[in-house]
């Protein structure tokens, strides 16, 4: 498979370079680029120190990572971010917002989030219609919990 290329400025001298191990997982972890300390209930941007170009035609998707709850009890408060190609000069650091649940310090080094690259959506095109000619499935949640 052919390797995609990123280019990563490190905007802290001492970041650890970025690793992706090709079959042990699609996320590539980031770190913090300097302690941030959090009140409960406080939201603030945790900066990843890092800017990417990224290689045409794709976009950045950024979450936490499975532990970020349990470790540091914050929680990134719009889901997923998404970083869009052209979001690329020497300045464009990513952060992830975060909003703590409790007391925290998030020191620099930790690893707080994660991120993978996915292609761009296709161009689309909408139509109008009356009807969709399919069977309902029964509403939001119809599938039930088991």
């Given amino acids: 498979m052919k390797k995609e290329i990123l280019q990563i400025r490190y905007l802290t001298e001492d970041a650890e370079p970025l ?6 997982s699609d996320w590539i972890d980031l770190r ?3 302690e941030i300390h959090f009140e409960k209930g406080q939201f603030q941007l945790i900066p990843l120190g890092i800017a990417v170009k990224l290689p045409a035609g794709y976009e ?9 709850f349990k470790n540091f009890g914050l929680l990134q408060v719009n889901g997923v971010g998404v ?3 052209s ?6 650091e990513w952060f992830v917002p975060m909003l703590a649940t409790r007391e925290v310090t998030v020191h620099k080094g930790d690893r707080i989030c994660q991120f993978r690259i996915l292609k ?6 909408f139509v109008r219609v009356e ?8 509403g939001f949640g119809s599938t039930g919990i088991r």
């Fill in 120 to 125: 761009n959506q296709p161009p689309l095109e």
């Fill in 131 to 138: 009807h969709l000619g399919e069977k309902d499935r029964g």
């Fill in 60 to 68: 950045a998707h950024v979450a936490p990572r499975s532990s970020t």
């Fill in 83 to 85: 970083v869009d190609g």
């Fill in 87 to 92: 979001y690329c000069g020497d300045g464009d």
């Fill in 19 to 24: 690793t992706y191990v090709e079959g042990k």
């Fill in 32 to 34: 913090a680029a300097r």
